[in-house]
């Protein structure tokens, strides 16, 4: 009986290895139990087991879940091997937590020193940032026509991916659950096709999506008054938080101020108040070209 337990104890550790990785995946993109169920195929109280280390799952339920968490079955299974190597944002956590304890000032120099020296390493994306209402979907649509690239609203693509709008998203998992969905869409936007991104407004206040956007793409901040971004907004659909609140323009601008500092990242600012969707675009177009120039002149000596 003894020879039997120690025999099964390996089996025992292997599988709650699995089960801890398997959560952890999941927690880190943002998936809940019952959404990996959906993706997977696979019944809550399985994957529950599963994350316990109880279940033994056969090779094609570990394919399901793999599939449903972006992964590969090799980077979910447990590896023997300590420092095997997980993705690219293990690098990225790593600077970032080295910045755990410094302030926006310090955080904000840093990293632009760090684009600096890993100017090399950018695609050639162009993303887009700034409040909702700056123009980051019309802007992008014709840049990417522009261009003859993709557009990738990362919105549109939350909501495809999670399949709930994202007033649901808010009011069902809350925003916690939004921003960790957001960090892995663009986190797989941007080993796509280089094409234009269109970010949330609040994607520049998680540290890791910051850098990243800082390591792999040309950032543009496009700018807006207070008064055109409410006026923008209140012309547009779904927006009832925004339009509904008492005092509309002190709430963005509470917001506004604790983004700046983020959204001054950007290689390229735009102010939007006044000038014409053509105009704007024409001004991106034109520095991104530049830039690209600048680079390929720096690369060619």
């Known amino acids: ?5 120690d025999a ?3 089996s025992r550790l292997y599988l709650a290895k699995l089960g801890e990785e398997v959560r ?6 943002g998936i809940t139990l019952k959404r990996l169920a959906q993706l997977s195929g696979l019944s809550d109280r399985f994957i529950i087991d599963v994350e316990k280390g109880k279940a033994n799952p056969s090779l094609a339920s570990v394919i399901s879940l793999a ?22 944002s293990t690098s990225v956590k790593q600077i970032l937590a080295l910045l755990k304890n410094c302030s926006d000032e310090q955080i904000s120099r840093i990293l632009s020193c760090l ?24 802007v992008g649509n014709i840049l990417a026509r522009s261009l003859k690239v993709p557009f990738y609203e990362l919105d549109a693509l939350i909501v495809k991916d ?10 069902l998992e809350g925003e916690n659950y939004y921003r960790a969905v957001e960090e892995r869409i663009l986190e797989r936007v941007l080993k796509k096709t280089p094409g234009v991104i269109a970010a949330g407004g609040g994607l520049v206040m998680n540290p890791t999506s910051l850098l990243r956007l800082k390591l792999h793409t040309f950032m543009v901040w496009l700018q807006a008054s207070p008064e055109t971004l409410i006026a ?49 675009s024409k001004t991106i177009l034109n520095a991104f070209r530049s830039s690209a120039n600048s680079k390929a002149t720096q690369s060619s000596n």
């Open 67 to 88: 599939d449903a968490l972006q992964t590969s079955v090799t980077d979910l299974l447990p590896s023997d091997n300590p420092t095997k190597t997980r993705n690219s």
């Open 232 to 280: 923008r907004v209140r012309a547009g659909k779904d927006q009832p938080r925004l339009s509904a609140h008492p005092d509309v323009k002190k709430q963005l601008k509470a917001i506004l101020d604790r983004r700046t500092p983020h959204y001054a990242q950007a290689d390229l600012i735009v102010n939007t108040s006044d000038k014409s969707v053509e105009a704007i």
């Open 162 to 171: 999670t399949g709930l709008s994202l007033r649901e998203i808010f009011d």
């Open 8 to 10: 099964a104890e390996p």
């Open 115 to 138: 684009s600096f020296y890993l100017d090399g390493t950018k695609s050639s994306h162009i993303c887009l940032i700034g409040m909702r209402g700056a123009g980051k979907t019309t």
């Open 24 to 29: 952890k995946l999941r927690q880190r993109r």
């Open 1 to 5: 009986m003894a020879a039997e337990t």
